[in-house]
């Protein structure tokens, strides 16, 4: 029993540290784009164009920074929680503070990305079986707590292999039936998109503007040093790899497939909306009647012409959107409910740490099902909330959480200075409060907004409270890591 407990928490955290990397490369995909993701990204084409290339490229820019920086850190540190390091780096309260600012992060972001998708799901399926929205969330959260209570991330990266190839795929064919509605071959396809106004990419031409190159490619690269590289969800399952050399050849590999998979998003959205037009949704250039952006492909895969009452785009793409959207949305899900679980009882409670293996089941259990749970309550909280500013704001504040992460790493990382560990906590809540401040009043008195950069910002003010914090101090002595079980073993 003893034996089979190491297992159960090891496959848990780490999957064993056995999984192949070609499975957590797919996995990762479908981790990365959540349900928000495939219906907003082909949606802001007649606003954007397709300028979020350029932030893609930023992306894999990103993870390659990821791949020789971060991952050797990790793997040298050997332990459950990539938080670790700031354990060994600055102190336990560094670590605990790190965490605290993921599990916000986390916990809002996901749950704003479920809540948008159970309103989907309810709209399109729940709702015509006359299934209660509660009901709807009660069943989506027990789902996602069923497949990852044994396995966690060792389950979690097969499972989420099989939704992202479904949802790459439902992408696909949603671009073959728009085709063949609007009577396309492959070169009409072609000559659709690339003789469109919303397939520019490049914009090199005014620094002002939000869609400025360097603005997108760097926002790109740094975003993905912060949301993924210091993010325990999303580093977990790089950790399941067998060695550091196969989670290199994940992390650059599944940040290359970012490229050829949002061209594909995008395309869909310049065929979106080509077929809009041509049913009477929206103009040539792209305005629409009556809806918003993100309800341009809902709408189209699964609504019917209010005039003839017929369906728009046939039956069997409304069962393609479905399960592309339930694939993204339970792939992001269940892979952060994993990483909440592993934050709160490895970073929080320290349970790894103390106590035997069956203890640390038993805190694993309970945590598990509280954080279920929680995202429940907190899906449940937006639905009566019901206001698409609110849902914005939450966007901003979970963006915020990033900053101290990235400068408390970046000090780590590139000084030897040691702060005094208990003036951490306080420079991290600090950092974001002026940003906030910084940003409502930067048009003012400086004349222009603040946009993508805010990351960079926050993270720099960080930096500059942890180099105020080591005036007077030596150099940063060398701490002992936390060390996982199988390590103290």
Known sequence: MRTERKESNSAFFTGDRKSPWPVVAISMVGTSISGVTFISVPGQVAATQMS???????????????????????????????????????????????????????????????????????????????????????VTMLVVWLYTFRGGVKTLVWVDMVQTLCMVGAVILSIVFVCQALGYDFRGLVTAV????????????????????????????????AMTGLDQDMMQKNLSCKNLRAAQKNVLSYGFSFVPI????????????????????????????????????PVLATGTDPVSGARYLPLALSVIFVVGLVSAAFSSAGSAVTAL????????????????????????????????????????????IGNGSVINAVYVVASYTYGPLLGLYAYGLFSRRQPRDRRVPWICVCAPLLCLVLSLNAQRWFGFGIGYELLLINAALT???????????????????????DQKR
Request: proline content about 5%.
């Open 262 to 297: 949002n061209l594909l998003f995008l395309c869909l959205g310049v065929l979106l909306y080509r077929y809009g037009s041509h049913v009477g949704l929206c103009d040539v250039a792209g305005h629409l009647h009556g809806l918003k952006p993100d309800e341009l492909y």
């Open 341 to 384: 679980t592993t934050t709160v009882t490895v970073d929080l409670l320290g349970a790894d740490r103390r106590g035997g293996e069956a203890q640390l089941t038993r805190t694993r259990h309970r945590v598990h099902a509280a954080v279920c749970l929680i995202m429940a309550v907190l899906i449940y909280a937006f639905r009566a």
């Open 194 to 225: 690339s003789d469109s106004p919303m397939s520019r990419i490049w914009f090199f031409d005014d620094p002002t503007d939000k869609k400025y190159f360097w603005k997108q490619f760097l926002a790109g690269t740094f975003t993905t040093i």
């Open 52 to 138: 979020y290339m350029q932030m893609v490229f930023g992306f894999f820019a990103g993870y390659i920074a990821i791949a020789f920086i971060l991952l050797p850190l990790y793997y040298r540190l050997a332990s459950f929680s990539i938080y670790g390091y700031l354990s060994e780096r600055f102190g336990p309260r560094s670590r605990r503070t790190g965490s605290a600012f993921f599990l916000l992060s986390k916990f809002l972001g996901c749950g704003v990305r479920m809540y948008l998708t159970a309103i989907v799901l309810q709209v399109i399926l729940f709702g015509p079986l006359g299934i209660p929205f509660l009901v709807n969330i009660l």
């Open 463 to 485: 930096v500059v409270g942890l180099a105020i914090a080591s005036l007077g101090k030596e150099t940063s002595p060398t701490r002992s890591p936390d060390r996982s079980p």
